[in-house]
């Protein structure tokens, strides 16, 4: 018991700690220029504001003329700006046809533009290598994503993987050149390859999906191996990114299969995301360290809380069936601090990812770390783009390898990301939220979380 409560007084500490070094630094988000940050409080102040912008910023890529851009303004916008002030009020509604309306959809496009350009970082490899170039001469390493997900066609799915394999030969052929990639820290696995890739699975084939589950685990094998071969002679990392509910299983049986099979034995690292949200994600985690136990050679595991909460509940509620998630986000952050530790005490079989921008799991995993003699160059810790930049140096000024994870897409494919970073940013829930915009206690923020006891709202 008292080793636990001077564990807990050391994470509160480290956190403490964490918090001085940002000092009044601010994330992009929550500071880069006036508009950006005024429409990101009215967002919060007022929640129909934020339904309807999010659902402008989804639409915006398919609307074609500056009519259809004033005329959908108008139509989702209006009322609730009003309900902020008049002149917001007036300012979204002017007439389509008008100059001030065609100056407005200038404006709006414009400004979606730079917001998302604030998560985003290029339209592809070549034109955000300026990016992540700034990254490393931050401090810090990166895995890139290309922006796509549940793909319509096999057409799309097809460019999809070239696009894959040409942005490991471009990023293979220039990153390893610069004076930036040298290892940032001596000794840590991941800084022998400074190029990483993540992978959303379901981008790589039309028809995946539960009921087609063979069929899916099979295509997206065969794909993700070519992913991967391409990443062996480019000496790169890849991991798989976790997805909704539904789509899981096919991606966690595909992992298995490509990364278990004698070809991909000795592939260094392969990585995984678990979301911590999820009731079963323990048992997830096992049979993921049964598979690095099998294949002889360590895995990679990102340990994340999960980005389709929302999406979840909703499903789980047209289908009448058991919720799998946890309703409280307390219990999440619990379940985050157990699995850490869990993955901590398994480190000789999988390298730790620790992924969240919340300072009290980030110090929480790093103190467990040290207590157990796991060294900093044993795991790692991984933030996203844009997200908190504040936070991610400050961790890395202390000693800890810190992966940023680094979108690169045009604004079509980009939104679904865009509006949940957005909706990660606002929501009620958000440790970013509370930290950069109510200015919450430290104290709070720095709790113990526990785990409730939880029984589903959505069971039939
Ligand atoms: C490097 C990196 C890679 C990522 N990759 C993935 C990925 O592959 N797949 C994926 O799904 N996500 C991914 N994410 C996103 C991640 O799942 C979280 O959405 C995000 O990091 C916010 O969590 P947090 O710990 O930073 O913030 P916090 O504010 O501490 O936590 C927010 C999280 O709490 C949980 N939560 C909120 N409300 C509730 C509630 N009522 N009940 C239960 N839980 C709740 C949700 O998971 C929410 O995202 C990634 C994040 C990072 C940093």
Redesign the pocket.
Known sequence: MSQEISLNTRIIELGRSIFDGIGSERPSALSRNFWISKIMQWSMANADFKTNLFRLVDVLPTLKSNRAIVSHLNEYLRTPARGINQGLGWAVSPSSSSLRGAVTALAVKRGIHEFASLFIAGENPSSALGALRRVRADGLCF?IDLLGEFCLSEGEAEEYLARYIEAIEVLCHRVPAWKESQPILAGHPGEQHPVCL?VKLTALYSQCGPLNFERSVAVLSERLSEIARAARRGNALIYV???DAANNPIIFETFMRVFGSPEFRDFPYPGI?V?A?FKNAEASIRSLLKLADTRGAPIAL?L??????DYEQVVSQQNGTTFP?????E???AS?EHLSRLLIDQHELCLPAI????IR?LSHACIYAESKGVTPAEFEL???YG?AEPIARTFARRGYLV???VPLGDMFVGMGYFVRRLL?NT?N????RHTFFDAKAISELLKEPQLHEETSPYVP
């Open positions: 895995t993540s990114d976790a997805e995301v979301q949200y990102r994340v809380k999960g980005a389709y909460w998630l946890f309703t409280k986000k219990s999440s952050d985050f992924a969240s921008h919340n799991s991984q933030m996203l997200m992966r940023l994870y990660e929501s829930e958000s440790f970013l």
